[in-house]
């Protein structure tokens, strides 16, 4: 029997965090970090990142879309439009987050999607004046 290598989950998903949300974003977050939030962040970059993210059963796009409609359906704008402005990475569609947000409005609540159609347009929004499309 062949035992795996232990992976590193940090690296891992530090590599996958900054595919996802880009360089840029990450550096940024990385330079924000302090003694206080340190442990947080290695939290999320491990688990989230590495370990949830990197996972290879679904496309970075599927993971993007169905966070993008869990974020909006528990009311979490700010980091849904994190996630929306990242679909430029993901290959998630405007027609994808369309539909996810058809969805959360039965499943979650029309208050719930309205509000996150209004985040989903000013993101999109901001991907079109960075790319000029």
Partial sequence: MVENAPIDRHSQGMK??????GESYVDAAVAR?????????NLITEAAWGHVWSRD??????RSIVTI???????H???M????????RTGA????????????????GVPAANHAMKVAKQAFAEIEGETGK
């Fill in 16 to 21: 996958t965090r900054r595919s996802v949300l």
């Fill in 33 to 41: 970090t302090t003694a206080f939030d340190a442990p947080f962040q």
């Fill in 57 to 62: 059963t679904w496309s970075k796009r599927e």
């Fill in 69 to 75: 409609a869990l974020l909006a359906g528990l009311g």
């Fill in 77 to 79: 704008f700010e980091e």
């Fill in 81 to 88: 439009a994190m996630h929306v402005r990242a679909t430029a």
């Fill in 93 to 108: 569609t405007m027609d994808d987050i369309q539909e996810a947000l058809l969805h959360v409005a039965i499943y979650a």
